[in-house]
């Protein structure tokens, strides 16, 4: 076991502190990386703050990780120390089910091991990337091209691959009109990669407030859901609309901007159930689904489609001291887009 530095919520809705847990042993699989930087995903507060439900304390969050390799087992073939890599929100999963079988691990019928606030097939609870190192088997380790700086790559392990699954999924490109709604953390990634794959896009937020930044990062348009005429002008418009928004939504109402047999796919996790009449599905055999992060293949696949494309997150360095503000901050819609912590402060 070695002692690492991390941040951790000591309990529910507490602020997070400096502290130090147990990395497990390099086994004869695993990898021992150096965490150089660490994204701030709101998930992360909807965990330590039990908005989803009952977790684990302390709880080091953190799953959008980036750093070096550091030590390998003997067994490791892909990696080598001195690697870049990357860690995203799984450590594990069962490995034998059909969906793990076919590289799609975040959906393991048996249950994906999260990168924290989860219990891995060792009995212990698992400890985010807010911290000096991370051990992780060699198989839920993903590199990161040379094209890509650590520090704008690390969101992209939770808000790069959320965003281009579902645009990859429904097949986003040319000839396909796009709406992101939310111009947040996820959003601001979801519309970069949606305009490198050559779709036509659009933001829905609630405000025009970041409209210049909207089109700086490569919208086409920019509508406000606060203004009813949005919907009055966009009825009918979009082949495929991806919701990133953390809260409820008024999903008849974006429904009914799809074209038929389009798609309304739902990436934010709202805390509460959100009401729906059928009927807004049912005419235009419209679809409305849901999309959870992307397997190892997948993720490695955006990673080097943004390296290609020169994509990554618009972010602020903070310390970790700064750690309790920033979410905060997040809660406020006050980053634009995603908060990195430098783990060097640690």
Request: contains cysteine; proline residues 4%; glycine residues 12%.
């Amino acid at each position: 076991m070695t002692t690492v530095a991390a941040y951790a919520a000591p309990a529910a809705k507490a602020p997070l502190e400096r502290t130090t847990i147990e990395r497990r042993a390099v086994g004869e699989y695993d990898v021992l990386i150096d965490i150089k930087f660490a994204g701030v995903c709101h998930s992360d507060i909807h965990q330590a703050r039990e908005g989803w439900g009952e977790a684990i304390f302390p709880m080091v969050p953190g799953h959008e990780i980036a750093g070096v390799v550091a030590e390998v087992g003997p067994g490791v073939t892909r990696f080598q120390v001195g690697d870049r890599v990357g860690v995203g929100c799984m450590v594990d999963s069962c490995r034998e089910c059909e969906n793990c079988l076919r590289g799609e691990e975040q959906y393991c019928l048996n249950g994906m091991v999260g990168t924290y606030n989860a219990v891995g097939k060792d009995g212990e609870p698992t400890y985010g990337g807010y911290s000096e190192k991370i051990v992780v088997d060699e198989n839920y380790v993903i590199r990161i091209p040379d094209g890509l700086s650590l520090d704008i790559a690390a969101p992209l392990l939770c808000a790069g691959i959320t965003t281009y699954s579902p645009l990859s999924h429904w097949n986003a490109g040319p000839g396909k009109k796009v709406a992101i709604v939310g111009l947040g953390g996820l959003g601001h990634m979801a519309v970069k990669i949606a305009h490198a794959m050559g779709a036509e896009v659009t933001v829905l937020s609630q405000s025009l407030r970041k409209k210049d930044d909207g089109l700086k990062l490569g919208a086409d348009h920019y509508y406000a859901t606060s203004d009813p005429k949005t919907f009055e002008e966009l009825a009918g418009t979009f082949d495929l609309i991806v919701s990133t928004v953390s809260a409820p939504m008024d999903f008849g109402a974006l429904l009914s901007l799809l074209k038929v047999d389009g798609a309304l796919v739902n990436v934010g996790a709202p805390e509460e159930p959100v009401a729906l009449n059928l009927f807004s599905v049912i005419g235009g055999r419209k679809s409305l689904a849901g999309s959870m992060i992307g397997g190892i293949r997948e993720t490695q696949e955006m990673l080097d489609f943004c390296a290609e494309h020169g994509i990554g997150a618009e972010i602020e360095l903070i310390s970790a001291a700064e750690v309790n503000e920033a979410y905060e901050r997040v809660l406020a819609s006050d980053v634009r887009y995603r908060f990195v912590i430098d783990t060097a402060t640690i």
